[in-house]
Nanobody
Framework: QVRLVESGGGSVQAGGSLRLSCAASESTYSCMGWFRQAPGKEREGVATMNINNGWSTYADSVKPRFTISRDNAKNTLYLQMNSLKPEDTAMYYC?????????????????WGQGTQVTVSS
């Protein structure tokens, strides 16, 4: 069973930055990614990547402000979030699984972390 532990969430003002981290217990999957869910809304894909070739996919709403990256030696995924907006406020989840092409479809991911809260105030 893959275990994912997120960290790095918090409260910032609009225009600020945060970096989320996701430590994975193993790397027996093709893709990892970040998803988010705001109150009253469905969970949506933010950014995902193939951990073998580095291909990545971003939601239009976060381009070019967010950057996904991974330290393979540490089995850790990151999400650098810059120029944060109040509409970025959500619980952010790390996920692993997927197929070879990184997808923003949450149903393609098998493993999920508990989430870390990001709150952006105006």
């Amino acid at each position: 069973q893959v275990r994912l532990v997120e960290s790095g969430g918090g409260s910032v003002q609009a225009g600020g930055s945060l970096r989320l981290s996701c430590a994975a217990s193993e790397s027996t999957y093709s893709c990892m990614g970040w998803f988010r869910q705001a109150p009253g809304k469905e969970r949506e894909g933010v950014a995902t990547m193939n951990i073998n070739n580095g291909w990545s996919t971003y939601a239009d709403s976060v381009k070019p402000r967010f950057t996904i990256s991974r330290d393979n030696a540490k089995n850790t995924l990151y999400l650098q979030m810059n120029s944060l907006k109040p509409e970025d406020t959500a619980m952010y989840y790390c996920a692993a699984g997927g197929s070879w092409s990184p997808s923003l479809n949450q149903y393609e991911y098998n493993y999920w972390g508990q989430g870390t809260q990001v709150t952006v105030s105006s």
